[in-house]
């Protein structure tokens, strides 16, 4: 290539790079150990030229390089300042143009507005983990490995033998070990269950376990807090009974209905299972049941959340269907 042709081409490539990325490689191209500028002089054959022929390729090749190096300057000044252009032309006193916030999950808002109503009656929030181990979610609640009510929470196991928690009931032993007797707590979170999926049947969903551990804690204690703790959700003054219910971790075990207006139709709904805590769930606990008694219950935050806002099907709530998450966010 020439002389005049190589500068020729190195304008235009300079002219068309936009950014620093593509410059250096310009560099490369013109000026780099293999590039056609210093090729230049790598091919002259020296030996068969005067002294005066030597000191004017030099003097050519010096000047050409130096133009060339400070072409590429100039070019990634060029880029840089650009650069700066692009990001003033950002107004940041503009409103956003997408100006949706997000929203908070209807079960997540269930669950906080529950939390602080027990927190009001005293309890205390805990988590806990989502795999826990086989004790914690059976064993520890009076459902030994061939009881029966393990085939109702058939769940996922991991293969260091741990278990996605089929219920929140599966922190009532740990609470008990960890902070003793009185207690009252409780523990909000995902469970796991292996289901055939239906629009009340989710494999995964939020329950909301709570217990309290007293010197004189009765049914009475129990009726009164699930009382009051529904009036609050609901805003009204809320009626409820108790039906038998068995579950191998209460003594006695109960489901707690609560009368509602649903649909124009005055009636009772099932929510909760709850119960007085078991002896050997308290003696599992630490806990000396000669001393102490407890109620537990569990409450489908997931059946709650859906009653509340009249969602049909529970598949809807981990779908993440835009069409349904917008409904929420004028509630934020
Ligand atoms: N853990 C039980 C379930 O998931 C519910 C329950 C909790 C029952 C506490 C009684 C007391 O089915």
């Given at each position: 290539m020439?002389?005049?042709?190589?500068?020729?081409?190195?304008?235009?490539?300079?002219?068309?790079?936009?950014?620093?990325?593509?410059?250096?490689l310009v560099?490369?191209?013109?000026?780099?150990?293999?590039g056609?500028?210093?090729?230049?002089?790598?091919?002259?054959?020296f030996?068969?030229?005067?002294?005066?022929?030597?000191?004017?390729?030099?003097?050519?090749?010096?000047?050409?390089?130096?133009?060339?190096?400070?072409?590429?300057?100039?070019?990634?000044?060029?880029?840089?300042?650009?650069?700066?252009?692009?990001?003033?032309?950002?107004?940041?006193?503009?409103p956003?143009?997408?100006?949706?916030?997000?929203?908070?999950?209807?079960?997540?808002?269930?669950?906080?507005?529950?939390?602080?109503?027990?927190r009001?009656?005293?309890?205390?929030?805990?988590?806990?983990?989502?795999?826990v181990?086989?004790?914690?979610?059976?064993?520890?609640?009076?459902?030994?490995?061939?009881?029966?009510?393990?085939?109702?929470?058939?769940?996922?196991?991991?293969?260091?033998?741990?278990v996605?928690?089929?219920h929140?009931?599966?922190m009532?032993?740990?609470?008990?070990?960890?902070?003793?007797?009185?207690?009252?707590?409780?523990?909000?979170?995902?469970?796991?269950?292996?289901?055939?999926?239906?629009?009340?049947?989710?494999?995964?969903f939020?329950?909301?376990?709570?217990?309290?551990v007293?010197?004189?804690?009765?049914?009475?204690?129990?009726?009164?807090?699930?009382?009051?703790?529904?009036?609050?959700?609901?805003?009204?003054?809320?009626?409820?009974?108790l039906r038998?219910?068995?579950?191998?971790?209460v003594?006695?075990?109960?489901?707690?209905?609560?009368?509602t207006?649903?649909?124009?139709?005055?009636?009772?709904v099932?929510l909760?299972p709850?119960?007085?805590?078991?002896?050997a769930?308290?003696?599992?606990?630490?806990?000396?049941?000669?001393?102490?008694?407890?109620?537990?219950?569990?409450?489908?935050?997931?059946?709650?959340?859906?009653?509340?806002?009249?969602?049909p099907d529970?598949?809807?709530?981990?779908?993440?269907?835009?069409?349904?998450?917008?409904?929420?966010?004028?509630?934020?």
């Amino acid at each position: 290539m020439k002389l005049a042709q190589i500068q020729a081409t190195l304008e235009s490539d300079l002219a068309d790079v936009q950014a620093e990325e593509g410059l250096a490689l310009v560099r490369a191209r013109y000026l780099g150990k293999d590039g056609l500028i210093t090729n230049l002089r790598k091919n002259v054959d020296f030996s068969t030229m005067t002294i005066e022929e030597k000191r004017d390729f030099g003097s050519t090749f010096n000047t050409m390089r130096d133009a060339a190096e400070a072409a590429v300057k100039a070019a990634a000044t060029r880029i840089a300042a650009s650069g700066r252009n692009e990001s003033l032309k950002f107004d940041f006193t503009l409103p956003a143009s997408d100006r949706r916030l997000g929203a908070i999950h209807p079960i997540v808002r269930t669950q906080i507005e529950i939390e602080d109503i027990f927190r009001s009656m005293g309890f205390t929030v805990y988590t806990g983990d989502e795999a826990v181990s086989e004790f914690e979610n059976f064993d520890a609640l009076n459902i030994p490995g061939d009881h029966p009510a393990r085939d109702m929470q058939d769940t996922y196991w991991l293969e260091n033998g741990m278990v996605l928690r089929t219920h929140t009931s599966s922190m009532q032993n740990r609470a008990m070990r960890q902070l003793g007797a009185p207690l009252r707590a409780i523990f909000p979170g995902r469970c796991f269950r292996n289901e055939a999926l239906d629009i009340t049947h989710e494999n995964t969903f939020y329950q909301l376990e709570g217990m309290m551990v007293g010197t004189d804690v009765s049914v009475a204690n129990l009726i009164a807090v699930m009382r009051d703790f529904l009036s609050a959700v609901f805003r009204t003054e809320i009626e409820v009974r108790l039906r038998p219910g068995f579950f191998p971790f209460v003594e006695p075990g109960f489901e707690l209905d609560f009368r509602t207006t649903l649909g124009g139709v005055r009636r009772w709904v099932e929510l909760m299972p709850c119960g007085m805590i078991h002896p050997a769930v308290l003696h599992a606990g630490g806990v000396d049941p000669a001393r102490y008694s407890g109620f537990a219950f569990g409450l489908g935050l997931t059946r709650l959340a859906m009653l509340k806002h009249g969602v049909p099907d529970v598949r809807l709530f981990n779908k993440a269907d835009l069409r349904v998450c917008q409904q929420f966010q004028a509630t934020l």
